[in-house]
């Protein structure tokens, strides 16, 4: 995944979480991942592994394509 990519899927499940009304926290612990990772990977500082944005997805009731960019 480049760093473009890896941004843009950044802010995209952060716009989602917001829209959701969760905190980092609460995804986190909903897709059963620590917080201070998923903030992480929220800020694009981590370049998540596809397992874990397959928790992410579904802890928000998303599809994949919801996150992948055009």
Do not use: C, F, H
């Not at 903030?39 to 998303?62: C, M, N, Y």
């Amino acid at each position: 995944m480049t760093d473009k990519t890896n941004n843009q899927i950044a802010q995209t499940l952060k716009k989602i979480r917001l829209q959701k009304g969760l905190t980092q926290a609460e995804l986190a612990e909903k897709a059963g991942i620590n917080t201070n990772y998923y903030a992480k990977i929220e800020r694009g500082e981590l370049k998540s592994s596809i397992e874990t944005l397959e928790k992410l997805v579904k802890a928000l009731g998303i599809r994949w394509r919801d996150i992948l960019p055009d």
